[in-house]
């Protein structure tokens, strides 16, 4: 009989695989579900896990002790009952943005609001996603998924069963984030217009 082989627990593919499976979960319910959304924000955080470890396994080590690289480069560890220890979320979306241009302030900000949305879900009496209307986090959810799989050579028909719902989401989420901006815009140049000359100069020297 011939045995299967493992897949290293911190590879991109073994976490890209749990991936999958937390999405699965997730599309078993409805979007306005609560556990919809807490499935989500399990896939999330393991695919940011995943988009690292692509770049190399020891990025998600936890520096504090030597053998968690040693661990996440394949090697065994001499010290008895040793418990293999990686970074937290904020630090995995971190280092993501750094090294990934493509992953801007906006996604890591989703990545880690969601994330913050689970610990409160997880750690407090706070109903966190049963409050969250999905609207108001769905499309950079699924925004933020995109960039992620571009980071492991994805799509998002490898993830996702009707990957169109996806590309819709995105498409929406962009648009109303650009007419956000669009407002702001107008509301500092409308600010702009009302003040005097003096203090329009005042202003300017003060960029400056």
Not at 23 to 41: H, I, K, L, Y
Not at 87 to 94: A, R
Not at 131 to 141: C, I, N, P, Y
Request: proline share 4%.
């Amino acid at each position: 009989m011939t045995a299967t082989p493992t897949l290293h627990p911190w590879s991109d593919a073994a976490l890209f695989g749990k991936a999958r499976l937390f999405v699965g979960r997730m599309e078993a319910n409805t979007p306005d579900d609560w556990q919809f959304a807490f499935w989500s924000s399990l896939s999330l955080e393991i695919l940011c896990r995943a988009a690292l470890s692509h770049i190399s396994p020891a990025l998600l080590a936890d520096e504090k002790d030597w053998r968690n690289v040693a661990f996440a480069i394949g090697l065994e560890s001499t010290a008895k009952k040793f418990s293999p220890v990686s970074i937290g979320t904020s630090q995995v979306v971190s280092r993501l943005k750094e090294l990934v241009p493509e992953l801007t302030d906006e996604i890591a900000g989703i990545c880690n609001k969601h994330a913050s949305a689970r610990n409160s879900e997880l750690h407090s009496g706070a109903l966190a996603f049963a409050a969250m209307g999905t609207s108001a986090w769905l499309g950079g959810f699924y925004l933020a998924t995109n960039v992620l799989l571009e980071c492991l050579g994805k799509t998002l028909s490898d993830l996702f069963q009707d990957p169109s719902v996806a590309q819709s989401m995105i498409a929406t989420w962009k648009d109303e984030t650009a007419q956000a901006v669009k407002k702001d815009i107008a509301a500092h140049a409308q600010v702009w217009a009302n003040k005097s000359e003096p203090e329009r100069t005042e202003s300017a020297a003060e960029a400056t």
